[in-house]
């Protein structure tokens, strides 16, 4: 299952990558891009669009899912029930949230000493990269994916 993401929906966006799914944000296909043209890259692209947007939602039913409200956890729990969705978290499944890139496992920690802070390279064992080049943002499982986790379990 993969997803198109309209506009104002950025954390949502941000959301369904950590918990590995394949998400693209409306403004990375194009700037203020028209619902028709974002119509035609879910189709041409297999994504199922996340729309806050009623009327654009009823004119095309059959390929978009209709959240209310701001609240991306909410929102992510009502795709959950709507769609199955997994929300379980783990690194090696999760995709880059800024991104959307998939993580590859650092193999020797030792690589990365340079590019994060001591006492999080002091404190995992563990760490992920996104392998986009000109990403490669890091990850760990720490007390930012802890947040979220608990954040998730308050409100289901
Ligand atoms: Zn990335």
């Known amino acids: 299952m993969k997803f198109l993401v309209n506009s104002m929906l950025g954390k949502l966006a941000r959301l369904l990558r950590i918990f590995g799914y394949d998400t693209v944000y409306a403004e990375e296909v194009e700037k203020s891009a ?7 890259y879910a189709i041409e692209n297999d994504r ?21 409200g701001f609240d991306a956890y909410e929102n992510l ?3 959950e029930k709507k769609l199955g969705l997994t ?6 499944k ?4 800024t991104c959307n890139s998939v993580l590859k496992k650092i193999d020797d920690k030792t690589t990365i000493v340079n590019d994060i802070n001591p006492n999080t390279f002091q404190d995992h064992d563990e760490f992920y990269q996104c392998l ?5 943002k890091i990850y760990w499982e720490g007390t930012h994916i802890e947040k979220i986790v608990k954040k998730l379990n308050e409100k289901a």
């Open 132 to 136: 986009n080049t000109r990403c490669n």
């Open 48 to 68: 199922i669009i996340i729309t806050r947007d009623l009327p654009f939602h009823k004119r095309a039913k059959d390929r978009t899912i209709y959240v209310e």
């Open 87 to 92: 929300l379980t978290f783990s690194l090696n």
């Open 34 to 40: 028209p619902d028709s043209r974002l119509l035609e």
């Open 77 to 79: 729990l009502k795709l």
């Open 94 to 97: 999760a995709r880059c949230s």
